[in-house]
């Protein structure tokens, strides 16, 4: 629990830090765009014309082949950093070696974050061409992917990687 309580502190002073270094420079908002014209790439792959539009703290991804669509707006919940920490924040405090977690926690960031790519270009998708089916897409379908695999790599820490559970596993074999 105090680990948590120090990833939300520390998040909350990325605010304050990003007035401090540069009153023009927001970590978060960069972070967003990125992942817009991430998820932007996806789709002029598969043909679409994607643009990404900044309005004021938001980011708003938008496919132009549709004109009457809003696009997804990207802010600060949906850019995937509080899930990043989230994710870290259980396979540090959790059982493991330290060589384990130095490549596992940045490797299920990626993995997280190419997956948020993807859900960003779905929505974008959807708000296009069927605006009525966004927010169930985005409150359910994909809070339950994006959760399912944070689930699944947290298990494949525990079964594969965790000393306590291991050593059981051992211990109930001899």
Known sequence: MPAIILWYS????IYKLDHLIDPDFNFLLLFSETLSLQSNFLLKIIGLNAITELHGDMVV?????????HGVW?????????????????ISIFNGKAIHKLWFIPTGIILLHLLNVIRVSALTYIAAIQPNWLNFNHNITFQLIMY???FFLWYTWITKFSFSINAKKENEET
Request: glycine share 10%.
């Open 148 to 150: 399912s695999v944070m």
């Open 61 to 69: 991804a938008k496919i132009l082949d549709f004109p009457f669509t």
């Open 74 to 90: 990207i802010g600060e919940p949906c850019n995937g950093i509080k899930v990043f920490g989230l994710f870290a924040i259980f």
């Open 10 to 13: 520390f998040y909350h002073f």
